[in-house]
T-cell receptor
């Protein structure tokens, strides 16, 4: 079974802090994704990576950056957290564009 | 830009009722289509997917979906819902580019 793990289930940070969200997948998948999930808005893509050291902006990249130094790990960085970044963050991976994505359990981030 | 519409935001059914959740997308080319489900407190998981072939696709837990190309639709159905089907359901479309586009989700509540 594919396993996608995220470093924290719940996280509370203060405005202005730098926040790191980590995601690891164990199936040697090429593609990895970061989404945020908000009620009534569904899943919105922040960034994705189709290979190591490669990244592409998604639909809402402002205020975020990413890092993919190793194939199995994809990190989301909030350089200076703001209250409007309070959300559920989901990581996903897939083997290639023609297969389904596998999701992690999510990190519920609260920025105070 | 590609978009996915789920017209029903909230659906309430009694057990044994039939279910149909609508999904329409805006893209004229070849598509891959997915339905994902998120049970309370759990991560997103794949219900079913369509890539090619028979437009009637069967998934897990008795769900099925029908791809109607002329209507740009991929509606999800289940003949008889159970209390355990209470969840949020997301339609998603891959147009052959790197990313999936998700609908805003439909929250289904099944009363016993």
């Amino acid at each position: 079974d594919v396993k996608v793990t995220q470093s924290s289930r719940y996280l509370v940070k203060r405005t202005g802090e730098k926040v790191f969200l980590e995601c690891v997948q164990d199936m040697d998948h090429e593609n990895m994704f970061w989404y945020r999930q908000d009620p009534g808005l569904g899943l919105r893509l922040i960034y994705f990576s189709y290979d190591v050291k490669m990244k592409e902006k998604g639909d809402i990249p402002e205020g975020y950056s990413v890092s993919r130094e190793k194939k199995e790990r994809f990190s989301l960085i909030l350089e200076s957290a703001s209250t409007n970044q309070t959300s559920m963050y989901l990581c996903a991976s897939r083997a290639d564009p023609y297969n389904e994505q596998f999701f992690g359990p999510g990190t519920r981030l609260t920025v105070l | 830009a590609q978009s996915v519409s789920q017209h029903n935001h909230h659906v309430i059914l009694s057990e044994a009722a039939s279910l149909e959740l609508g999904c329409n997308y805006s893209y004229g080319g070849t598509v891959n289509l997915f339905w994902y489900v998120q049970y309370p407190g759990q991560h997103l998981q794949l219900l079913l997917k369509y890539f090619s072939g028979d437009p009637l696709v069967k998934g897990i837990k008795g769900f099925e979906a029908e791809f109607i190309k002329s209507k740009f639709s991929f509606n999800l159905r289940k003949p008889s819902v159970q209390w355990s089907d209470t969840a949020e359901y997301f339609c998603a479309v891959n147009t052959g580019f790197q990313k999936l586009v998700f609908g805003t989700g439909t929250r289904l509540l099944v009363s016993p």
